[in-house]
C-alpha cells in the first residue's frame, strides 16, 4: 500500500556565504494515512527542516516529498500545519483567526463563520470568539492553532513543537485532547518534538533522526494501548531505548568535534614544526 | 464595628488617589493659563510695544472673526491638503521601499546608508533647487513635505518589517495566501502600530516645513499670511492665526492619530 505522505531521499543543504551546511540526509520513511508519526531527534538537527519540506515551505537539494503520489513543490490545501509559536494574528480575533484559511480559500463569510465556530467548540473555546491573542494564555493560543489548522479539513496536520511554548501541565491536556482528535478525525499527524514521553504517548510510530547531517537513525512502531501509560513497564522501556539512541549520537557528535579539533591542532603542531629552522 | 472603621478611611484614601490622578492629567492647563494671564496683564500694562505684541484678548477676537473668513480658511486649507500631499508621496514611496530593505539584506545595504546620507542632511537646503526645478508653488512645498516625511515614515516601516515573526509568513505560504493578501492582511496590519507612529512623527514634522517653505517662498498659504502680518503691523492677525494652526495640527493629531493608535491597543 502506497503512504499518504512518503519521504524519499530527502537531502537539504543550505548555502550560507563560503559555508555549506548539510542539514538533511538520504530521510526515507513513509506516514500511513491516518497514522501518528513523531518526529524526534538531538536538538539543532534539522527536524523542522524536514518538517517545513513536508509543508512544502522549502525544499529539498535532492530526492522528494509525495503526497498521495505526487511531488510536493509548494503548500497544499490538504496539508495544514501548527507552529510552535502558535502564529497567530495578533490583530485578528480568535474566530478571525480561525476563519484565516477558509478565507484564503475565498469560502463564503457565513460558511466560514459556522465552520470556524464549531471548531472552536471542539477546542473548548466557545465563547472567546471575540477575544484578541493577547488576552489568551499560552495553551489557549495553541488550542486556537489546532482549530485554525483543522478549519481547513485537512488529510494531514503537521506540528512544530506544537506543545514546547506551553506549561507542562496545559500541554498534557492538550496531548490528550490531540489524541483524541486523531482518534475522532482519523486524519494524519505528523508532530516534530525534542520530548521523548511526548512522543511515545501520541505516536503510532516513531521516527528516530541522527544529529546533523540527519538520517533516519531508527523508525520504531509505537504498539501500545491508549491512552497511554507513562508507568507501564514497555513505555519506560521504548522511553530509555530511544534516550539511549540520542545520547549515542550526542556522544557521536562531540566525539567527532573533539577529533576534528585535535586533527587542527596536529595540523597546525605540523604547520609550526615545518616553519621551524632547522 | 472595629473592621468598617478600618475600611472607610481606605476608601476615601482611594478616592483620593483617583481624583489626583485627574488632577494630575489636566495640570498642562495650569502653566498655559498662566501664560496666557502673564501674557494679557504684560500688553495690558505696556510692557511691549503693541505693534510687537498684541493682547491676548484681541488676538482671540481677530482669531473669531477670522474664522467666519472664506479667505483665511482656504490659506489654512491650502496649507494643510500641501502637506497631506507631501505626506501621501512619501508613505506610497517609503512603504515599498521600506518593506523590501526591512526583508531584503542586500537591498538594506544599498538603501539605507544612501537614506541615512540624505536624512541627516538639513531637509530645508533642498528648497531653492526644488524651486528652481519646479518654481515657487505647490509641486516644490509638496516635494519638500515628501523629503521632510520620508526619513521618519521609511525608518518606522523598516524597523516594523524587520520585526514581523518569520512564523507568520509561514502562515501565510501553509494557507496558500496569494502575495496580494500576504501582503493586505498579513504585512499591512503588522505594519500599522509602526505606519501610525511614523505617520505621525512625519506630520508633526512637515507642519513646520510647509510654514518654512510658504514663508521662504511667499508662496499661497497661511505661512505666508503670517510673514505678511508681520509686514503690514496686523500682528493681531498673525497670532490668530498660528491659533489656528495650533488648532488644526492638534484635533487632526488628538482625532486621527489617536483613533488609529486605539484600534492597535486593542491587540498589540
Known amino acids: 500500500m502506497e503512504s499518504h505522505v512518503e519521504l524519499d531521499n530527502v537531502t537539504k543543504f543550505y548555502q550560507s556565504q563560503e559555508r555549506q551546511l548539510h542539514a538533511l540526509h538520504e530521510v526515507t520513511f513513509g506516514v500511513d494515512r491516518g497514522e501518528f508519526v513523531c518526529i524526534v531527534g538531538p536538538s539543532g538537527c534539522g527536524k523542522s527542516t524536514l518538517l517545513k519540506i513536508i509543508a512544502g515551505l522549502d525544499e529539498p537539494s535532492s530526492g522528494e516529498v509525495r503526497f498521495k503520489g505526487k511531488i510536493v513543490q509548494e503548500p497544499q490545501s490538504k496539508i495544514s500545519m501548527v507552529f510552535q509559536a502558535f502564529g497567530l494574528f495578533p490583530w485578528r480575533t480568535v474566530l478571525e483567526n480561525v476563519e484565516y484559511g477558509l478565507e484564503m480559500q475565498k469560502a463564503p463569510k457565513n460558511e466560514r463563520r459556522d465552520v470556524s465556530k464549531r471548531y472552536l467548540e471542539m477546542v473548548g473555546l466557545s465563547g472567546y470568539e471575540h477575544m484578541y491573542p493577547k488576552q489568551l494564555s499560552g495553551g489557549m493560543k495553541q488550542r486556537v492553532g489546532i482549530a485554525r489548522a483543522l478549519a481547513v479539513d485537512p488529510e494531514v496536520i503537521l506540528m512544530d513543537e506544537a506543545f514546547s511554548a506551553i506549561d507542562e501541565v496545559t500541554a498534557e491536556v492538550l496531548r490528550e485532547e490531540v489524541t483524541t482528535l486523531h482518534r475522532e478525525t482519523g486524519k494524519t499527524f505528523v508532530l516534530v518534538t525534542h520530548n521523548l514521553s511526548e512522543a511515545l504517548e501520541l505516536a503510532d510510530k516513531v521516527v528516530v533522526l541522527s544529529s546533523r547531517p540527519a538520517k533516519v537513525k531508527k523508525v520504531l512502531p509505537i504498539a501500545l494501548e491508549r491512552p497511554r501509560d507513562r508507568a507501564h513497564s514497555t513505555f519506560i522501556h521504548m522511553h530509555t531505548d530511544i534516550l539511549h539512541l540520542l545520547k549515542e549520537e550526542l556522544e557521536n557528535t562531540l566525539l567527532r568535534h573533539k577529533l576534528r579539533n585535535m586533527d587542527e591542532v596536529k595540523s597546525l603542531h605540523d604547520m609550526e614544526a615545518e616553519d621551524r629552522p632547522k | ?268
Not at chain 2, 1 to 18: H, W, Y
Not at chain 2, 48 to 53: A, N, T
Open chain 2, 1 to 268: 464595628m472595629s473592621v468598617s472603621r478600618q475600611k472607610a478611611p481606605a476608601v476615601s484614601l482611594t478616592n483620593k488617589i483617583f481624583s489626583g490622578q485627574k488632577i494630575t492629567e489636566h495640570l498642562w492647563m495650569v502653566p498655559l493659563a498662566c501664560g496666557v494671564a502673564g501674557w494679557e496683564i504684560a500688553t495690558r500694562l505696556n510692557l511691549f510695544p503693541g505693534s510687537h505684541l498684541p493682547t491676548f484678548s484681541s488676538v482671540l477676537a481677530v482669531f473669531f472673526v477670522s474664522i467666519q473668513d472664506p479667505a483665511f480658511l482656504l490659506r489654512i486649507a491650502h496649507s494643510f491638503l500641501t502637506l497631506i500631499c507631501g505626506l501621501v508621496l512619501a508613505f506610497s514611496i517609503a512603504l515599498p521601499t521600506a518593506f523590501v530593505a526591512g526583508s531584503n539584506n542586500g537591498f538594506d545595504g544599498t538603501m539605507t546608508p544612501l537614506v541615512m546620507l540624505f536624512g541627516a542632511l538639513p531637509d530645508l537646503s533642498f528648497l531653492p533647487l526644488l524651486v528652481l526645478w519646479f518654481g515657487a508653488g505647490n509641486a516644490a512645498a509638496i516635494t519638500m513635505a515628501a523629503v521632510a516625511a520620508f526619513f521618519p515614515i521609511y525608518f518606522t516601516l523598516r524597523e516594523g518589517t524587520r520585526n514581523i515573526p518569520r512564523e507568520l509568513f509561514e502562515v501565510t505560504s501553509v494557507f496558500k495566501a496569494d502575495r496580494f493578501s500576504t501582503f493586505t492582511k498579513m504585512v499591512l496590519p503588522a505594519l500599522s502600530p509602526y505606519m501610525f507612529s511614523g505617520l505621525r512623527l512625519a506630520y508633526d514634522f512637515d507642519w513646520e516645513i510647509i510654514i518654512a517653505v510658504e514663508i521662504a517662498t511667499r508662496m499661497t498659504g497661511i505661512g505666508s499670511f503670517i510673514q505678511g502680518t508681520v509686514s503690514t503691523g496686523s500682528m493681531a492677525n498673525g497670532f490668530a492665526a498660528i491659533l489656528a494652526i495650533a488648532l488644526v495640527a492638534i484635533t487632526v493629531d488628538r482625532v486621527f492619530f489617536r483613533s488609529l493608535e486605539s484600534w492597535t491597543r486593542k491587540w498589540a
